[in-house]
């Protein structure tokens, strides 16, 4: 039999003048399931935590129920005045008495009646906890770099310190999508002068082992403690890391296929062929240059965000070559956020950039030249003559996107780029503790966003794997009861954090504890009640709600 | 000997998540914040888009770690007054002003409102309610500690009012309370004082202030507030329900040079509460360029828009009062008449920017944003300190995030091994 205590707390007169708690008292004691009723005026006080620890001493109880605020307010506070006790603080069920009963509902006696309806509820519960511990696990340092464009060279290099190791595993060279760059707007910096200065970095970084053309063939093991197979050269290498970095950028959309942009046609480029190989390759007697946006947005179903102004950035080069050429920009609307940009704007404007908002827009071949029809909203078709063609096309997800989102079961998004673990709060992490995702793996973006991604990951990562230090693991987690699983795998597929998987040689499902947060979706969802959350037992949910509805 | 504590300064989004990044490392943080309370601009909205969460509650429990997580130390009402040192060993001196209330012995019960018989208009809710010279921004701030207004509280007139103090049943009313100076040695600076919009009054064509139901975009977001002013009621000044909104996007583009990033969308999220709202309300945007940029924001717009938004181009718009309601003309005299008017202007440095730069020998750019390298948007002209979030120019909520644990990082990184 257990040796429950009871205590009362009045809140000054908060909940003492709202709900009777002499009667409460009365009620329980008569029903003689506790071992002791305390009543204090303010529990969460320092007098009032003193009195709490004092109390379970002397009177020996081995389970606490609290009747106080909500345990959004001082469940935490409670906890840690049972540890001072020597109790363990899972031991302990706070009710909420203040929130729930006192402050909503303003007849006394109907107050008091919800009140001891909850406190019998958690009396019930209470009995059914058991310690729970905290535990923590070995964790590597160490993090494997997938991907050695710009983004995986600035991870690398902000996370490279005495006791870690950065693996930077390149299927290609170091470089990526930079390589292929000859401008960053909007400051016109060269992006390879950049590149060097980077890679030369990496010899001051005895911490960074760099792996230029392999590929990544398997991918084990949890936060913490990942295990990463990659081929090179024809040999095998496994590389041990606590985390991953996925940085594997993303592909420039080509057109194919949207006959009305004229792409395949000699002297249509998308932005990036024109960067590439256009740009030394215009024929001296061009005249007319138009560059269009917004080229397969409405198919792709988003804004690339960087390619207005790339635009611009490409006019630039072209007047830097050829001031005598006249560049148009056809645009629907122009996208410059960020404060750099309307300045840019302006100072293409003055070069003698013309600008066209068109409705409608198609390329086809005329003579030599290339002819665009459009119409910018007064209802009229217009022509227009030109040399070059360029089509600005954003971006989308490189192919290997959903190979490595299938090894490491993380999620892709609509547009089939790695989906973040929040929109707003978690943008470079993934519901899969340990996980990353930077650059243009996630959606489109800048180099200098792409940057910053990098370093967010690090920041995520230096923040959480620390060189000498144990991860901590979530103590109310789930668990998986080996005789009662039938493995039918439903808690697998439930399971938003990639914690549940099938144990192949038993058929049953396992727990991984180190990436369980605890949700109760398994336990929720499972058929033969093998897996169970060890805070929300079925006896715990099922005695707490028996005394609410009796 | 690299001193490991960081200094925070600004506890908005972005000062949140640095600090919860540097004190989950082991590292002591001293977060301060000016104002009483704390989670910055964020706290002020009622959902965020595009997937129209709840905002405090997106916040909540960042801010409870804050509160229970014993690395930090969140020092509000609280200034930086001098900083001395280098990298890996500045000396802050910190002025942390009397808040007259402790924030021991409070429990938040609220009692000490009600008898208080000071009136004033209160900032939080952009003037749009009042409240006492002992108060809680709004309900549910954080902490849950109210503090005393003492410029405008009658004690300072000499008066010998204790009618808080009498209600007061937990004796945490501290009249005498001190401002206190403190100092704290720490290795890195993390700046993020985020911004304000700009007062749409230095736009007199639109007519603000002049014309009764104009509105700028924090006084909307506070209508819609369920803990605000009209308890998420959208009205007008004269209490009713508007039959038809007009949002209008770049206010003060022109003049300030840049694009403020988030208005189209907040606009987009705008119509959306309006259109929740108010069933029949004819919703206009009358915008110049539309920036609706990153992966999830189109499909969001879209969906909005379909709901039956009359989307306007226009180059030339001004403002005038027809009657009751306001008339808007547009390009070449074509007009629309509606009851409410809402202005999004620029997004601005926060006003004490200017003297944390001068404190810290921080550049400012043009636009009076903190100054950070053209490839690394958190690292400053000095070294060792980093800007994070809105203090270095407009940003949606993710990009915060990401400044946030860049600057984390950097800080970490710099202070480490």
Redesign the interface.
């Known amino acids: 039999m257990s040796r429950i205590g009871l205590f009362l707390c009045e809140c000054g007169p908060n909940i003492a003048e709202a709900i009777d708690l002499d009667k409460i008292a009365e009620f329980i004691n008569k029903e003689n399931k506790v071992a002791g009723i305390e009543r204090h005026r303010l529990l969460c006080s320092e007098e009032g935590k003193k009195f709490l620890a004092e109390s379970i001493k002397q009177n020996q109880f081995d389970h606490i129920v609290i009747a106080a605020c909500s345990p959004k307010q001082h469940e935490s506070t409670f906890m840690e005045v049972l540890s001072q006790a020597g109790l363990n603080p899972y031991l302990l069920q706070l009710v909420n008495i203040r929130e729930q009963c006192a402050w909503m509902t303003p007849d006394k006696g109907l107050a008091t009646k919800k009140a001891l309806r909850l406190i019998r509820a958690a009396i019930n519960r209470v009995r059914f906890h058991s310690k729970l511990h905290e535990k923590e696990i070995e964790a590597n340092p160490d993090v494997v770099v997938i991907g050695a464009g710009m983004t995986g060279i600035e991870t690398a290099l902000s996370l490279a310190q005495q006791g870690r190791t950065v693996y930077l595993i390149d299927k290609d060279k170091l470089g990526g999508m930079l390589k292929n760059l000859k401008r960053l707007f909007p400051g016109m910096l060269d992006p390879q002068r950049l590149l060097q200065e980077k890679i030369a970095e990496f010899n001051n970084q005895t911490q960074i082992k760099v792996f230029e053309d392999s590929q990544v063939k398997e991918i084990l093991g949890f936060f913490g403690n990942f295990i990463v197979t990659i081929i090179n050269k024809e040999k095998e290498i496994s590389l041990k890391a606590g985390s991953i970095v996925l940085g594997i950028g993303a592909q420039e959309f080509v057109p194919e296929g949207m006959d009305q942009f004229g792409y395949g046609l000699k002297n249509v480029y998308t932005a990036l062929q024109f960067e590439k190989e256009g740009l030394t390759k215009i024929p001296d007697e061009s005249k007319a240059l138009a560059i269009i946006h917004c080229v397969g947005r409405e198919k792709l179903g988003y804004c690339s965000k960087f390619c207005c102004v790339n635009s611009m950035k490409l006019a630039h080069l072209i007047k830097e070559k050829r001031p005598d050429i006249k560049v148009i920009q056809f645009y629907q609307e122009l996208c410059l956020p960020g404060k750099e940009y309307d300045k840019f704007y302006r100072e293409t404007r003055e070069k003698g950039i013309e600008f066209i908002r068109f409705d409608k827009i198609g390329v086809g071949k005329n003579g030599n030249q290339l002819e665009l029809k459009y119409g910018s909203g007064d209802g009229t078709e217009k022509h227009l003559n030109v040399d070059i063609v360029i089509l600005a096309t954003g971006l989308i997800p490189n192919p290997e996107t959903k190979d490595f989102a299938q090894m490491l079961n993380i999620a892709v998004d609509d547009y089939g780029f790695f989906k973040e673990e929040h929109i707003k709060l978690g943008p470079v992490s993934t519901l899969t503790d340990g996980i990353f995702i930077a650059g243009t793996c996630q959606g489109p973006k800048d180099i200098k966003e792409s940057i910053l991604q990098a370093k967010a990951a690090s920041g995520r990562i230096l923040s959480a794997l620390i060189p000498g230090r144990k991860l901590p693991i979530e103590a109310k987690a789930s668990e998986i009861s080996d005789s009662l699983c039938m493995g039918c795998g439903i808690c697998v597929q439930v399971c938003a954090y990639g914690a549940v998987s099938i144990d192949e040689r038993k058929h049953i499902s396992v727990v991984n504890e180190v990436l369980c947060r605890g949700c109760g979706n398994c336990a929720a969802s499972c058929p033969s009640g093998a897996a169970s959350h060890r805070h929300f037992t079925n006896q715990q949910l099922y005695y707490e709600a028996r005394e609410i509805l009796r | 000997m690299k001193e490991k504590n960081i200094l925070v300064i600004g506890a908005g989004l972005a000062g949140i998540?640095a600090s919860l990044?540097?004190a989950?490392?082991?590292r002591k943080v001293f977060l301060i914040e000016k104002e009483p309370y704390f989670g910055g601009s964020v706290i002020k909205s009622e959902e965020?888009f595009?997937?129209m969460?709840c905002a405090t509650c997106?916040l909540a429990p960042?801010q409870?770690e804050v509160l229970?997580n014993k690395n930090i130390e969140l020092l509000t009402l609280s200034e930086v007054k001098e900083i001395k040192g280098e990298p890996g060993n500045f000396q802050v001196k910190i002025l942390k002003k009397a808040r007259y209330v402790s924030l021991?012995?409070c429990?938040g019960?609220a009692a000490c409102f009600e008898p208080c018989p000071v009136s004033l208009d209160n900032e939080f809710e952009e003037g749009l309610s009042k409240r006492k010279a002992i108060y809680l921004a709004c309900s549910g701030a954080l902490p849950n500690v109210p503090a005393i207004d003492m410029k405008r509280c009658l004690r300072a007139k000499g008066e010998d009012c204790q009618a808080c103090k009498e209600a007061c049943?937990?004796d945490a009313i501290i009249y005498d309370d001190k401002d206190e100076e403190l100092s704290v040695t720490v290795g890195s600076i993390i700046i993020a004082t985020g911004f304000r919009l700009s007062d749409p009054g230095k736009f007199p064509d639109l007519g603000y202030k002049k014309f009764k139901n104009i509105f700028s975009a924090f006084e909307f977001e506070r209508l819609r507030a369920s803990n605000g002013p009209t308890s998420g009621e959208i009205l007008t000044r004269d209490g009713n329900p508007p039959k038809s909104i007009a949002f209008i996007h770049c206010v003060g583009?022109e003049e300030k040079?840049?694009?403020s990033?988030i208005c189209c969308l907040y606009l987009t999220k705008f119509a959306h509460y309006a259109l929740d709202k108010i069933p029949g309300v004819k919703v206009y945007q009358f915008y110049k360029?539309?920036?609706?940029?990153?992966?999830?924001?189109?499909?969001f717009f879209q969906e909005v828009m379909k709901k039956g938004i009359n989307l306007i181009r226009t180059e030339k718009l001004s403002i005038s009062e027809n009657g009751a309601g306001l008339r808007l003309t547009y390009e070449d005299n074509k007009t629309v008449d509606v009851d409410m008017v809402v202005l999004a202007p620029p997004v601005e440095p926060h006003p004490g920017a200017k003297e944390i730069a001068q404190l810290l020998k921080l550049e400012q750019?043009q636009?009076g944003?903190f100054k950070t390298t053209?490839?690394?948007?958190?690292e400053s002209n000095r070294p060792g300190i980093f800007i994070a979030g809105c203090a270095q120019?407009?940003n949606?909520?993710?990009?915060v995030?990401?400044?946030?644990?860049?600057?984390?990082?950097?800080a970490?990184?710099l202070t480490?091994?």
């Open positions: 998540e990044l540097c989950r490392a082991g965020v595009p997937q969460e997106m960042k409870s229970e021991v012995n429990i019960c049943m937990f583009r040079g840049y694009c990033q360029e539309l920036s609706i940029p990153g992966k999830g924001s189109q499909k750019e636009f944003f053209e490839l690394n948007p958190i120019g407009p949606f909520m993710q990009d995030i990401l400044q946030a644990q860049a600057a984390a990082g950097a970490l990184h480490g091994s």
